[in-house]
């Protein structure tokens, strides 16, 4: 193991202009080491970095780079990237606003405690990103725990183009199509137990909401949470109606911490990153509605069965 | 009879544009003659707008009912001819040309002699897809700061529950600020729209949803239009507003030809949540609490 990391510098197989490397690490020193030394680099070169790490990871990561870096933005990934979902939009918005310049980004969307569906969600995420970004010049490093679970470092592998320790990167072999690691994160929701079924159109999309107003309130959600909510589930059925064949069926539940709602119709989405950029508010189309639940919502997860579409939201009791 | 206020011959703008429901031909007739009546008494010109109803069928009905109409037909205080032949003889109903329309009537009927104007006018075409009917809530809204405020006419808008749909009746009779009906006070609309009496401006109450995005486009039609400087919408009666609803808003709020802004006063949380989503979307707006 050399002690110097160096800098994320081998191209991604399909994309000239755009890196998307994982850093493996195991300790705090790697990481201060790997991750630091490159937003150190980067911020050196004045060039606009984003920092978006779980917490505990920021004053690390900011002893290393020090405060002299007016051009390093940092952000608490347990709460801007709560939700998988959201998370692409910032990191795109944020190359949006350096467009002049290439960005440097460190992305770290897992960390040891998101739950399976949370990490099956990042790693969609990791995928979109190589979408997203393809064609443009930016960099987006991604942290890793090695004390993951293994899948979901494996999955690590197939999402991005350079994987790489202190040690160095290369190519990943088993690099994929995103749209291929997007199906296979696909998987099955698991059925709720005893959840509340409603079926809906326009005609009653009124009464819906004062049901889903009064579930959200009879199991517990703050005041705050419970706006998301029913903006979150209306945004839901209101494109059910508009989009998914004019009718669907919302079904709600709760678990120990959680408000799930899910709807369910005849809809398509033919875009995989709807959704993921910031829409313009003005305008009905551009994923307006799908890019509000991300933001509301703790955890958004869409599947497209051969029937049509099921949207699966989930916010937080308290 | 309900009666939202106390008199539906008072004299304040919100008393002179009345929503009148009827279920059968006699409540029909006695609401006209009512009408009719207090209009002679005031020596003030009347004129009938009529729609599913053949016109030769409102003289008679007053005739029948003790009126001299004949004669006040003759001396021109009574004009019935139908909608058809006058609003809605172009290519479209015009909310915008409506307007106009109203002050222009007011000046005809004082220089003909008469102490004032009022109409009743028969609006079951809202029902029946004329072209530009879409706009009926918008100028409903607009009439009463834009006309009733502005000039001293007396308006029944005449809405006969068997040719409406009972959720489009709901909403156009919210938007009178009276309202007169012989019984059963009808559904009550999950969005309603209404002027308000205080300061230039509207309210919603209920629930903003897709399926009430005709009420608020409506709504936000009328706000854009309102040549009004400082217009204030109230939204302490609305319980949720969506995105599509508050973008409408918005929208309307730039396109209006006054400077200020429009003053949302009392909005729920949802539009403050979606404010935050969206600051780009206060540009145009004023966020006030109650």
């Not at chain 1, 698991?190 to 159109?201: C, S, Y």
């Not at chain 1, 004062?210 to 009879?218: A, C, F, I, P, Q």
């Not at chain 2, 139908?82 to 307007?99: H, Q, S």
């Not at chain 2, 012989?182 to 009550?188: K, R, S």
């Amino acid at each position: 193991m050399t002690t110097h990391t160096r800098q994320p510098s081998a191209p991604a197989p399909e994309d000239a202009c755009f890196r998307h490397p994982a850093l493996f690490y195991a300790t705090e020193e790697e990481y201060a080491k790997g991750v630091g030394g490159f937003i150190r680099g980067e911020a050196s070169r004045d060039q606009p970095v984003l920092v978006a790490v779980p917490d505990e990871r920021l004053p690390v990561l900011r002893d290393v780079v020090g405060d002299a870096h007016r051009s390093v933005t940092w952000v608490d990934m347990r709460a801007s990237g709560r939700n998988p979902g959201r998370i692409l939009s910032m990191l795109q918005e944020f190359a949006d606003r350096h467009a002049d310049r290439s960005a440097a980004i460190v992305g770290e969307p897992i960390w040891v405690g998101r739950t399976a569906a949370e990490a099956r969600e990042a790693t969609r995420h990791e995928a979109l990103i190589n979408l997203a970004f393809a064609g443009r010049s930016a960099t987006i490093l991604c942290p890793y725990d090695i004390s993951l679970p293994e899948d979901v470092l494996q999955e690590a592998h197939r999402t991005h183009p350079v994987v790489g320790d202190l040690d160095g990167y290369r190519h990943s072999p088993h690099y994929a199509d995103p749209l291929t690691v997007c199906r296979d994160c696909d998987a099955p929701l698991p059925e709720p137990q005893a959840p509340v079924v409603l079926n809906f159109g326009q005609r009653n999309l009124g009464g819906i909401r004062d049901t889903v107003r009064d579930w959200g309130r009879s199991v517990g959600l703050s005041a705050e949470r419970h706006t998301d909510w029913l903006l979150a589930v209306n945004e839901a059925t209101g494109n059910s109606v508009r989009h998914g064949g004019g009718s669907g069926t919302l079904r709600l539940w709760r678990t120990p911490d959680t408000a799930v709602a899910e709807v369910t119709d005849r809809g398509r989405i033919t875009d995989p990153l709807v959704g993921r950029r910031r829409p313009d508010p003005l305008s009905p189309g551009g994923g307006r509605g799908v890019w509000m639940m991300h933001q509301l919502c703790d955890l958004v997860e869409i599947r497209t069965p051969p029937s049509g579409l099921v949207v699966r939201l989930h916010v937080a009791l308290g | 009879m309900h009666e939202k206020n106390s008199s539906l011959e008072g004299g304040t703008a919100a008393d002179r544009h009345v929503a009148v429901e009827y279920s059968s031909d006699d409540e029909w007739a006695c609401h006209l003659l009512a009408f009719v009546r207090a209009g002679f008494a005031r020596d003030e010109q009347v004129q009938y707008f009529a729609d599913s109803t053949d016109p030769g069928r409102v003289t008679r009905t007053l005739t029948e009912r003790g009126v001299d109409a004949a004669s006040a037909v003759r001396r021109g205080q009574l004009v019935v001819t139908t909608a058809d032949e006058t609003y809605l003889a172009g290519a479209r109903f015009d909310p915008d040309a409506m307007m106009g329309v109203w002050h222009e009537s007011v000046d005809a009927a004082a220089a003909q002699g008469f102490n004032g104007l009022r109409a009743i006018g028969e609006m079951s075409w809202g029902g029946r897809g004329i072209v530009g009917a879409e706009r009926l809530l918008e100028y409903e809204l607009r009439i009463h700061h834009e006309v009733f405020e502005q000039a001293p006419p007396r308006a029944w808008c005449f809405y006969d529950r068997r040719l409406l749909p009972r959720t489009t009746l709901g909403v156009l009779r919210e938007a009178h600020l009276s309202r007169a009906a012989a019984a059963d006070p009808g559904e009550t609309p999950v969005l309603s729209a209404a002027p308000l009496t205080a300061r230039p401006g509207f309210r919603l109450a209920g629930s903003a949803g897709y399926e009430c995005r005709q009420v608020v486009a409506s709504a936000a039609a009328a706000l854009a239009a309102s040549p009004a400087e400082s217009l204030t919408l109230d939204l302490s009666a609305l319980d949720h507003l969506d995105i599509a609803a508050l973008a409408d808003i918005v929208s309307a709020a730039r396109r209006r030809p006054a400077d200020a802004p429009v003053r949302l006063l009392g909005a729920p949380a949802a539009v403050h949540r979606m404010l935050q989503l969206f600051p780009e979307l206060r540009a145009g707006l004023e966020v006030a609490e109650l």
